[in-house]
């Protein structure tokens, strides 16, 4: 019997369940790169970034360390927007459609 290959958009796509938390997950990893980059360009300590972000330093911890599950939206455009950055999101219109299951023999 042939096994079942999924193709994925995207590395979210592989890790969600739907495409509405791989829509999330992106969103919210985007935004946690961005944040740490303003974190190291400023060469702030753990502390420092908790200081400027308005949060905690294990919180700044799991940031720098991708602990994506940890963070909402909410709680990412809260800290951007504690450090003076502006997060602005838009709809795009989609490329394609989503990819179906392709069946291939062993």
Do not use: Y
Not at 5 to 31: C, I, M, N, Y
Not at 82 to 104: D, I, S
């Amino acid at each position: 019997m042939g096994k079942m290959v999924h193709s994925f958009k995207s590395v979210w796509g592989a890790l969600a369940d739907t495409p509405e938390q791989a829509a999330s997950l992106r969103v919210r990893a985007g935004l946690m790169r961005q944040i740490t980059e303003v974190i190291e360009a400023n060469g702030w300590t753990q502390v420092d970034a908790s200081t400027q972000c308005g949060g905690t330093q294990p919180r700044i911890n799991d940031l720098l360390h991708g602990r994506i599950s940890r963070f909402s939206l909410d709680a990412l455009v809260n800290m951007a927007a504690a450090l003076g950055r502006p997060v602005r999101v838009e709809l795009q219109r989609p490329t394609r459609k989503p990819l179906t299951p392709v069946r291939c023999s062993a």
